[in-house]
Nanobody, 119 residues
Framework: QVQLVESGGGLVQPGGSLRLSCAAS????????MNWYRQAPGKQRELVAA???????NYADSVKGRFAISRDNANNTVYLQINSLKPEDTAVYYC?????????????WGKGTLVTVSS
């Protein structure tokens, strides 16, 4: 079992920045990858950034160059630095932990943190 708690969302003006945090607890040593997803009103949840246990990162094309995912292993926390925010970045951002076995996969989710980009 993995528990995830996101924080750092809020209201920000276009062009601004935010840093989202995801604190993990529980079976953290079994985590293979940590991801950030977002879900905008009326849209499907989409993957925006990922980081593996080995530190390899990947980003959705729509956020490349503006978002940066990182991890602090000492504090069991994953961050999402969001820069140059646009109104279309408005969404609930969810942290996701993935555990993978030989023939199974488990996904854990946080409750999300709301990011609103508006002037």
């Amino acid at each position: 079992q993995v528990q995830l708690v996101e924080s750092g969302g809020g209201l920000v003006q276009p062009g601004g920045s935010l840093r989202l945090s995801c604190a993990a607890s529980g079976s953290i040593f079994s985590i293979n990858a940590m991801n950030w997803y977002r879900q905008a009103p009326g849209k499907q949840r989409e993957l925006v950034a990922a980081i593996t246990s080995g530190g390899i990162t990947n980003y959705a094309d729509s956020v490349k160059g503006r978002f940066a995912i990182s991890r602090d292993n000492a504090n069991n926390t994953v961050y999402l630095q969001i820069n140059s925010l646009k109104p279309e970045d408005t969404a609930v951002y969810y942290c996701n932990a993935v555990l993978i076995g030989s023939n199974w996969r488990e996904d854990y989710w946080g409750k999300g943190t709301l990011v609103t980009v508006s002037s």
